[in-house]
């Protein structure tokens, strides 16, 4: 018996669904795979170039200093056969240095990312909220009541980060403030905390005053391994919670109602979320002090080159951070041998003019 030319219920002589699609069907679906593939490889070619790029500025930042080391050398030290002066260097000074650099920098970058992408906001980040502004505040209470205590200050630091998170959620629940209000409830935060910081340096002695300006300049070269294994953890985590919700931060983008249609709990992904890119910033200025901005520049960097994709966005704006902190902590100590250039005033004189761009842009 010769078998119909359509299935169960195709009346009128329909085709089958499992029926092979015309050549002329068929072709447009697969340029359009072509090109999506093409469009993959030359973005994974151009996170391969980055993650280069940041590998090689990684060796030349070990070699550079007030104590030149030859790549040779440097080889030596890396493999255990060179003792002396440059061990001690290598192992003690500029690995943590530049270690702290790159994991602050991919902390910092991601926690920008998503506090942008879950408020809407462009110019959302840890500086534009107040976190790292209670960061300061704590740091310095601490110091002027505990002393110069590392545990202490650090406990403080991120004790007064994570009550500016706690404020800005709270206001966001009860209120239900737009994007834009949160960014200028965080503002106005920051202007409070800077406020209360000016107030306890008046009050401090001469070396607490010193202490705490040098607090707040913002350091990578302050990290022992154990602080920079911490931080990375906590890094790691955040990367791999925000990793596997790039599709409900792909949705949000299209806005709350879309989300909430394709399935999206807002609420408790903005709060999630939130918690997770405000614990990383805590730990990177309760660590290593006040570095404005990264947060704010790495993931419109990384908005230019990938789009808005998360699956993409993500990884990149992490790349980015890193690389960029790590070029502004290098060139401060080519800049000023001995590394007495902290890091966080490079950022700033990076992000200010950024800040200012994305502000007028945003607001014409």
């Given at each position: 018996?010769?078998?119909?030319?359509?299935?169960?219920?195709d009346?009128?002589?329909?085709?089958?669904?499992?029926a092979?699609?015309?050549?002329?069907?068929?072709a447009?679906?697969?340029?359009?795979?072509?090109?999506?593939?093409a469009y993959?490889?030359?973005?994974r070619?151009?996170m391969v170039?980055l993650?280069?790029?940041?590998?090689?500025?990684a060796?030349?930042?070990?070699t550079?200093?007030?104590y030149?080391?030859s790549p040779?050398?440097?080889?030596?030290v890396?493999?255990?056969?060179?003792?002396?002066?440059?061990?001690?260097?290598?192992?003690?000074i500029?690995?943590p240095?530049?270690?702290?650099?790159?994991?602050?920098?991919?902390?910092?970058a991601?926690?920008?990312?998503g506090?942008?992408?879950?408020?809407?906001?462009p110019?959302?980040?840890p500086?534009?909220?107040g976190i790292s502004?209670?960061?300061?505040f704590?740091?310095?209470?601490?110091?002027?009541i505990?002393?110069?205590?590392?545990?202490s200050v650090?406990?403080?630091?991120?004790?007064?980060?994570?009550?500016?998170?706690?404020?800005?959620m709270v206001?966001?629940?009860l209120?239900r403030?737009?994007?834009?209000?949160l960014?200028?409830a965080g503002?106005?935060?920051?202007?409070?905390?800077?406020?209360?910081?000016?107030?306890?340096?008046?009050?401090?002695s001469d070396?607490?005053?010193?202490?705490?300006?040098?607090?707040?300049?913002?350091?990578?070269a302050?990290?022992s391994?154990?602080?920079?294994g911490?931080?990375?953890?906590?890094?790691?985590a955040?990367?791999?919670?925000?990793?596997s919700r790039?599709w409900?931060?792909?949705?949000?983008?299209?806005?709350?109602?879309?989300?909430?249609?394709?399935?999206?709990?807002v609420?408790r992904?903005?709060?999630?979320?939130m918690?997770?890119?405000?614990?990383v910033?805590?730990l990177?200025?309760?660590?290593?002090?006040?570095i404005?901005?990264?947060g704010?520049?790495a993931p419109?960097?990384a908005?230019?080159?990938?789009?808005?994709?998360?699956?993409?966005?993500i990884?990149?704006s992490?790349i980015i951070?890193a690389?960029?902190l790590?070029?502004?902590?290098?060139?401060?100590?080519a800049?000023?041998?001995?590394?007495?250039?902290?890091v966080?005033i490079?950022?700033s004189?990076?992000g200010?003019?950024?800040?200012?761009?994305?502000?007028?842009?945003?607001?014409r």
């Open positions: 018996m010769l078998k119909p030319s359509w299935s169960r219920g009346a009128g002589g329909k085709i089958s669904s499992d092979p699609l015309p050549p002329s069907a068929a447009p679906s697969t340029a359009v795979t072509e090109s999506f593939l993959l490889r030359g973005k070619t151009l170039s993650l280069g790029v940041t590998a090689f500025l060796v030349v930042a070990v550079q200093g007030a030149d080391i040779g050398h440097l080889l030596r890396l493999t255990g056969s060179a003792v002396g002066p440059a061990d001690i260097v290598v192992w003690k500029r690995l240095r530049i270690m702290s650099a790159i994991v602050v920098g991919w902390g910092l991601l926690s920008g990312l506090i942008q992408s879950l408020l809407k906001n110019l959302g980040s500086s534009t909220l502004q209670g960061a300061a704590g740091a310095a209470a601490a110091i002027v505990f002393g110069q205590q590392m545990v650090t406990v403080s630091a991120f004790a007064g980060a994570m009550g500016a998170t706690a404020v800005i206001l966001a629940s209120r403030l737009s994007p834009e209000a960014i200028l503002v106005a935060l920051s202007s409070l905390f800077a406020s209360a910081t000016v107030l306890i340096q008046y009050l401090a070396t607490q005053l010193a202490v705490i300006v040098f607090w707040t300049f913002g350091d990578v302050r990290a391994w154990s602080e920079i911490m931080l990375t953890g906590a890094v790691g955040a990367s791999i919670f925000l990793i790039r409900d931060l792909n949705a949000m983008a299209a806005g709350e109602e879309t989300a909430k249609g394709l399935g999206v709990n609420n992904m903005r709060l999630y979320g918690l997770a890119a405000a614990l910033a805590a990177a200025t309760a660590f290593h002090g006040v404005a901005f990264v704010l520049i419109h960097i908005r230019k080159l990938v789009g808005g994709d998360h699956g993409l966005l990884p990149f992490a951070g690389l960029l790590l070029t502004a902590d290098t060139f401060g100590r800049l000023i041998g001995s590394g007495a250039l902290p966080g490079i950022t004189f990076m200010a003019p950024m800040f200012l761009f994305l502000l007028v842009r945003g607001y």
